[in-house]
């Protein structure tokens, strides 16, 4: 079945410094991938997404692109702020599930301090 | 605004207590789902709705039962049956869902304890 995979958490980062967070999928065909931002107590927020091989989804600064060959969607950010502090969680969902079922990861902790 | 809302924020269960977890939404959506969150282990689907009197389970459905009488109203209960409750719950909606590229709307959830 469909599966997604995160780079091991928790990530701790100083202001301004350089964000990657690891995403890489299992799934048949083409699926949409998408990245959600979850601070903390509330729900989750669609950050970005992508539908097709390499698109490059792009919100708040954050980016991340689908690439088909490496079956990957890392989220990257070139200077984070502290609220920037959250837990994201890559995502994935299949054409032709009727019911529109996601898939997650397991999710990844950043904080970043001043 | 539109949106989803789910109440109560906290909840606690008695052993042998069945519990009920609200989630409305104003969007319009056709589709509900019911999510647990537990740490380090992501969101798994419990049900899920994709029109009005008609409901599917999920991958962990074991315990709970839902009902979906209205389009904007799908709550979910959990039962006795459940022997590990404690979890942060989230109720989502997609406007349509053979639209796959539409991302899902998420509730604030709702974090039920064990007294």
């Known amino acids: 079945g469909d599966s997604v995979t995160q780079m091991e958490g928790p990530v701790t980062l100083s202001e301004e410094a350089f964000l990657t967070i690891n995403c890489t999928y299992t799934?048949?065909?083409?699926?949409?991938l998408f990245w959600y931002v979850q601070y903390p107590g509330e729900g989750l927020q669609l950050l970005l997404k992508?539908?097709?091989?390499?698109d490059k989804g792009s919100n708040k600064g954050f980016e991340a692109t689908y690439r088909k060959e490496t079956t990957s969607f890392h989220l990257e950010k070139g200077s984070v702020q502290v609220s920037d502090s959250a837990v994201y969680f890559c995502?994935?969902?299949?054409?032709?599930?009727?019911?529109?079922?996601?898939?997650f990861g397991q999710g990844t902790i950043l904080t970043v301090h001043p | 605004d539109g949106g989803i809302t789910q109440s109560p924020k906290y909840l606690f269960r008695k052993e042998g207590q069945n519990v009920t977890l609200s989630c409305e939404q104003n969007?319009?959506?056709?589709?509900m789902y019911w999510y647990r969150q537990d740490p380090g282990q992501g969101l798994r689907l419990i049900y899920y709705s994709q029109i009005v009197n008609d409901f599917q389970k999920g991958d962990i459905a074991e315990g709970y039962s839902v009902s979906r009488e209205k389009k904007e109203s799908f709550p979910l209960t959990v039962t006795s049956a459940q022997k590990n409750p404690t979890a942060f719950y989230l109720c989502?909606?997609?406007?349509?869902?053979?639209?796959?590229?539409?991302?899902?709307?998420f509730g604030d959830g709702t974090r039920l304890s064990i007294l």
């Open positions: 969007l319009n959506h056709d589709a």
């Open positions: 799934a048949t065909g083409y699926p949409s």
């Open positions: 992508a539908t097709k091989a390499d």
């Open positions: 989502a909606s997609l406007y349509q869902p053979g639209q796959y590229n539409q991302p899902q709307h």
């Open positions: 995502a994935l969902i299949q054409p032709g599930t009727s019911y529109g079922k996601l898939t």
